[in-house]
């Protein structure tokens, strides 16, 4: 599928994986981890594997402290991306949980002071590396609590990709809103000192993809997601995206959604396994039609690089 001057369309998929929740989104009780061990390999991945797709996933302190996750995500067959996911209650300084379960995690980490929000991505990313011998790339702020303070930390410890960023979208906190009402749609480089702006020339060396989505007129914007968005109106949302960027040599197109969701109530979609079936067939039938179409499947990690590979200048088209 050609639009204007676009040459390539990147699709990535980010899903951030975490232990089962309850219908409320607190954590399950007792600690459950069926969406990691049970529902990556046996029910996700052979929809990947069979589209051609590339998945990312970014992984939360509880899963990477669980022996039965981190043994099923380092024998997962098929080809993927492993990255990060941060709720900051969790984790060292001031780590406000040792229990998890039955626990929600309201903060967001960019209320955190600067030194405080680095120490934690340090410790969360040096756990990534115990876990599978190598640091990672790609990141996602539990909540998309994200700030200015968290793309240099990045940036410090040696990250590619953040995909916080979900445009259109105010993210209330009582310590303070996480605003990306304005930020653009396409991958760019953030300005030194925001997380919303596009660098004029030199930026951040940390690529925000964020996560795609189409906005409306009065409701909040449509995302790239199974089960918010039927598999019609995903195909709407990507046909707006190639419209709006077609002076673009690439798009990328950026799907989110969690681990927990193809489990039946294991959070507050799927309820059932009727349901979870039709989640599963939502995915695989757009995947397919992406296949179709000619998209480029991709691990976020390898956005940046297909990006400088093509010499696009990573401009953002709000």
């Given at each position: 599928m050609k639009v204007g001057k676009t040459e390539k369309v990147l699709f990535t998929i980010t899903i951030d994986t975490e232990c089962d929740h309850d219908p409320n989104w607190a954590r399950s009780r007792p600690l459950r981890f069926d969406s990691v061990t049970v529902g990556l390999p046996e029910r996700l991945q052979p929809v990947f594997r069979e589209a051609g797709a590339v998945p990312t996933y970014l992984l939360t302190v509880e899963?990477?402290?669980?022996?039965?996750?981190?043994?099923?995500?380092?024998?997962?067959?098929?080809?993927?991306?492993?990255?990060?996911?941060?709720?900051?209650?969790?984790?060292?300084?001031?780590?406000?949980?040792f229990d998890y379960a039955g626990i929600d995690s309201p903060d967001f980490q960019c209320h955190c002071g600067p030194e405080v929000e680095y120490q934690k991505l340090r410790n969360l990313s040096d756990l990534f590396e115990r876990c599978f011998g190598y640091r990672p790339r790609s990141f996602r702020a539990g909540r998309y609590g994200a700030g200015a303070n968290t793309i240099s930390s990045l940036e410090r410890l040696g990250y590619d990709i953040d995909?916080?960023?979900?445009?259109?979208?105010?993210?209330?906190?009582?310590?303070?809103?996480?605003?990306?009402?304005?930020?653009?749609?396409?991958?760019?480089?953030?300005?030194?000192?925001?997380?919303?702006?596009?660098?004029?020339?030199?930026?951040?060396?940390?690529?925000?993809?964020?996560?795609?989505?189409?906005?409306?007129?009065?409701?909040?914007p449509r995302w790239l997601r199974p089960w918010f968005s039927s598999v019609e109106t995903m195909k709407d949302i990507v046909h707006y995206q190639l419209r709006r960027h077609r002076d673009r040599q690439v798009v990328v197109l950026n799907m989110m959604f969690h681990s927990m969701e193809i489990i039946a109530k294991a959070s507050p979609y799927p309820q059932t396994e009727g349901d979870v079936q039709r989640f599963l067939d939502d995915l695989a039938a757009f995947l397919d039609w992406c296949r179709s179409c000619g998209f480029v499947f991709a691990a976020s990690g390898k956005v940046k690089r297909a990006l400088a590979d093509a010499s696009d200048d990573v401009r953002a088209v709000t």
């Open positions: 899963v990477m402290e669980d022996a039965s996750s981190v043994h099923a995500l380092r024998s997962l067959q098929g080809e993927h991306e492993l990255g990060t996911h941060l709720h900051s209650a969790f984790i060292e300084p001031e780590k406000k949980f995909t916080s960023v979900t445009p259109y979208i105010r993210w209330r906190h009582p310590d303070g809103d996480v605003d990306y009402r304005d930020a653009p749609e396409q991958p760019y480089y953030p300005a030194p000192g925001t997380l919303t702006r596009v660098a004029d020339s030199v930026g951040t060396s940390v690529l925000e993809i964020p996560v795609t989505m189409r906005p409306r007129l009065i409701r909040g």
